[in-house]
């Protein structure tokens, strides 16, 4: 039963229902009882529903069972004072938001007061278990807040505080119109898992962040913020995007080979596309099909078949362009063993083979391993590897192949991932 009338009832009816038995809506502080705000409201009324007192109940005489409130409403009235007589008996459930049904006292300055006082014969409160000249003066003000204003159309209700300079009094009252309110709190958290041990896949999937059991039970599935907490490093596999290419190596199991055209400056566009180069490896996933025999399907010497599966960049000779390594390695510390490799035709102006793309031509080349007629290039790196390829031939197609080798955690076993895409780099015909 609400003590409002039925007009206001009306007014401020929203059709919402609040569950205080949901530990799980955070907003309302969880299961009644568990929340230190809560309190049972106790109003006594005689026969003709005449209100005679109010009062609180003790914690005392309550107590929760199978998600039900008991309580012991004959020691309750005879705390009251009432012994014997007919009453009827009503209890209102509470979660105080702001303000209490407790007085407090303040002093000359409207600070909270908390220490001894005494009353004088004329009333006045005083500060102090005895009374000495010059005592201060305290007043007793209600723990509660003033309606200012009421709208006109009577839906909403301006709420100010009283002269009280207090800064919980004062808090209460602005959080009250809030959905989240941020506290400081003192307790202990550790990071556990159900699978001490565990490979970092296995430890993605069973960390959980454990509070001590002097957490209260009102900050459940609230939002945690830990000061001064620093990520020291990551060990869970990030999982590249396949809609982006990246631009930098990733850390993650398994390791990939990859690149991807990192500079052009000196090589100057006749034709193609190099965003479909730094796309091309996407469609090169591992395969069971090797690197040799790939590039017998794509570089084959008996016939001037010309299979090109990339729109890839027809360049003016000479040009030089850079290549960056964006494999996927198994950590940031991790030596990397890179080999680059090209292959590839040069064609004659009538589209016949004229040679390949071997050790010793004059076709094209890695600078960082002599330039023209050098086509490998071995590197140890934690920090990736990139180089710049020479192309000097006319109507060439150049393939190039990545392949990475690493030691993983058990520093013996190798790593290895290789990838080769054919035919993509070219040169114009000229």
Do not use: C
Request: charge should be negative; aromatic fraction near 8%.
């Amino acid at each position: 039963m609400s003590r409002l009338n039925e007009k206001d009832l009306e007014l401020l009816q929203t059709g919402q229902t609040v569950n205080l038995s949901a530990v799980e809506n955070a907003y309302y502080g969880g299961e009644f009882t568990t929340n230190p705000n809560d309190s049972v409201e106790v109003l006594i009324y005689d026969t003709n529903d005449n209100l005679i007192e109010t009062s609180i109940v003790e914690s005392s005489d309550y107590s929760i069972e199978n998600g039900s409130v008991k309580l012991k409403t004959g020691t309750v009235i005879r705390k009251m004072g009432f012994d014997r007589g007919r009453y009827r008996i009503k209890y209102n459930f509470l979660r105080k938001k702001a303000g209490s049904f407790e007085t407090i006292l303040v002093d000359g300055s409207n600070q909270v007061y908390n220490g001894p006082f005494h009353v004088m014969e004329n009333g006045y409160i005083m500060k102090g278990e005895e009374h000495v000249d010059g005592a201060e003066r305290l007043f007793l003000k209600e723990n509660k807040y003033i309606i200012h204003e009421i709208s006109p159309s009577r839906n909403e209700v301006r709420i100010i505080g009283q002269n009280i300079d207090d800064k919980k009094y004062i808090d209460d009252l602005f959080y009250s119109g809030k959905q989240r309110k941020r506290e400081t709190v003192d307790f202990n958290v550790n990071f556990v898992t159900s699978n001490p041990g565990g490979t970092a896949n296995e430890l993605k999937d069973s960390l959980v962040l454990q509070a001590s059991s002097d957490v209260p039970t009102q900050y459940l599935n609230g939002l945690l913020f830990i000061k001064d907490a620093v990520i020291q490093k990551e060990i869970f596999e990030v999982i590249p995007d396949p809609t982006q290419v990246p631009l930098n190596e990733i850390i993650g199991e398994p390791i990939q080979a990859r690149w991807v055209i990192s500079d052009t400056t000196g090589a100057p566009l006749s034709g193609g596309n190099i965003d479909a180069v730094n796309d091309s490896w996407k469609q090169f996933s591992p395969s069971e099909v090797s690197v040799e025999e790939l590039r017998g399907i794509f570089e084959p010497d008996d016939k001037s078949v010309r299979d090109i599966p990339f729109p890839s960049p027809i360049f003016v000779r000479p040009s030089q362009v850079k290549l960056k390594s964006i494999s996927t390695k198994p950590s940031e510390d991790t030596l990397v063993r890179y080999t680059w490799t090209l292959s590839g035709r040069d064609f004659t102006k009538s589209g016949n083979i004229n040679n390949f793309i071997t050790p010793g031509n004059n076709d094209a080349g890695i600078v960082e391993a002599g330039g023209i007629g050098n086509t490998q290039y071995v590197e140890e790196s934690t920090s990736g590897s990139e180089i710049t390829v020479k192309l000097d031939g006319s109507n060439t197609e150049v393939g190039v192949t990545l392949k990475i080798e690493a030691k993983l955690k058990d520093g013996v076993t190798d790593a290895v991932s290789e990838v080769y895409l054919p035919a993509i780099l070219r040169t114009k015909k000229q």
